[in-house]
């Protein structure tokens, strides 16, 4: 037991003597963090907006207005899930959420590019057939 404690031990002292990972020296951080934070919020509103528009609007075919949605849509999840973590996880050069929400980010991010890459690709198709 002596041994595995004093190894962890040492390990931490290495750790402590390690540089901080931020990637700016303050106050850029919390500026850029204040710049990611007013975008997703917009983002959020916007996209929330345009899929409201897009629900009540008859001046798209519906097809078109499907496509539409549903980038909408991703773009929410992409403002929600995306900007929020992957701010943080590139300028602390660390996780700061629980672990948890790690994989479930990654997740949601990787799925809503891919769906909003398909869903731009469905609609070049549509417009070319």
């Known amino acids: 037991m002596d041994i595995v404690s004093n190894q962890e031990l040492m390990a931490h002292k290495n750790i402590s003597r390690l540089p901080p990972l931020e990637a700016l020296e303050e106050p850029f951080p919390t500026l850029i963090a204040l710049l990611y934070t007013f975008t997703a919020i917009i983002a959020f509103f916007l996209n929330t907006f345009a899929f409201i528009m897009l629900l009540a609007g008859k001046r ?70």
């Open 60 to 129: 798209t075919s519906p097809e078109l207005r499907k496509y539409l949605a549903n980038l909408a849509i991703v773009d929410l999840f992409l403002a929600v899930f995306s900007i929020p973590f992957s701010y943080s996880d590139f300028m602390y050069g660390r996780w700061l959420f629980p672990l948890c929400l790690c994989p479930i980010m990654n997740f949601v991010t990787t799925t809503a590019v891919f769906v909003n890459i398909y869903t731009l690709v469905g609609i070049g198709f549509g417009r070319f057939v």
